[in-house]
């Protein structure tokens, strides 16, 4: 006679499927860390380095948009303060070291990114997305009147100095290196927070609102926190991204800047872990390859196309469908 199934077996067969899971992450974590020590010595370590900064970007607005619901069209206002902030210290205070304009680009980025969070976080939906995307402009025009941004012609010459005070950041391995540190950095810090019971908060917050307030839950707290959280890491993408390119410009604050990391999202697959890396390596080689070539001046209607196909046919994202294919085929 066949044994019943009791709820320690249950239990002991959940246990099993979720080691086994974490394993495969482990595996797949780990091959990805070995091609990334390893890909300086095959690809030009700054483009490198423009793809991690990006990919930053992804993962900060993924926590928002993919795990909160909150779609923000202001996200470029925070990329472009940390590195206007990173830039101006580096520039005009020989003293400070780098890390240290980082932090405090950061830290900027942070404080805007709280008080674009009091005034929108209590709407919803396209009403969310539009006073973001209000509030960037405002901080767009900023930046373009303002004389230490150099206008239209940007901040140039930001200087690399050293870490710590003794690691040469003008070689760019060095570079690439404390780039990749930080990256891998943010994203487990990301990656601890979606698996957190704050995280599991903020996936209930985006599924059914209303229940996670009937639930006790302080809603506008939790998506407050996120946005803070969010436009934290997206300030400090901004902030390496001036000391890697020597450069701070208008691109960074403009409204298309919000719709490229939206893309890059969309493309690898909102809501997952990897899908913003997959997404923001995707979006810059094409504009790379394509910038390169005689459709130069076609990159943003291309850039279009492959949105609208994503929206339509894939909207998993790559790493989405990658992840359902494997479900669906080998279980």
Known sequence: MNQPITQTDIQKAILEQQNAENRKKMIVNA?????????????????????????????????????????????AAFLATGGYTTGYLLTNYSGLTTEM???????????????FALL???????????VTLALSQLVFFFFVQSEFTGGEDGMHGIPRGQLFGFINLEDNLNMYYFVLAVFIACYLLVQRI??????????AIKQNEPRAVSLGYNVDRYKTL???ISAALAGLAGSMK??????????????????????????????????????????????????QGPLRDWVDPILGGIFIITVLAFRSG???EIQKFMKKNLG
Not at 101 to 115: K, M, R, Y
Not at 120 to 130: D, V
Request: proline letters at 3%; aromatic letters at 12%; a neutral charge.
């Open 120 to 130: 929108s976080i209590r709407r919803q939906g396209i009403y969310f997305a539009m």
């Open 31 to 75: 091959v990805l860390l070995i091609l990334l020590l390893a890909a300086p010595f095959a690809m030009y370590p700054v483009f490198l380095m423009k793809i991690l900064c990006f990919a930053l970007f992804a993962v900060a607005f993924n926590l928002l948009f993919g795990f909160t619901g909150l779609l923000s069209f202001g996200h």
């Open 318 to 320: 790559i790493v989405g």
């Open 194 to 203: 979606v698996n957190s019971p704050y995280g599991q908060v903020l996936k």
């Open 101 to 115: 304009g980082i932090i405090a680009g950061t830290a900027v980025a942070t404080l805007l990114g709280l008080g």
């Open 226 to 228: 996120a946005f803070v």
């Open 242 to 291: 001036s000391v890697v390119f020597q450069l701070a410009s208008l691109n960074d604050a403009h409204w298309h800047m919000s719709g490229e990391v939206i893309l890059m999202t969309l493309v690898g697959g909102m809501g997952t872990l990897l899908g913003p890396v997959v997404g923001a390596t995707f979006v810059v080689n094409v504009e790379y390859q394509l910038s």
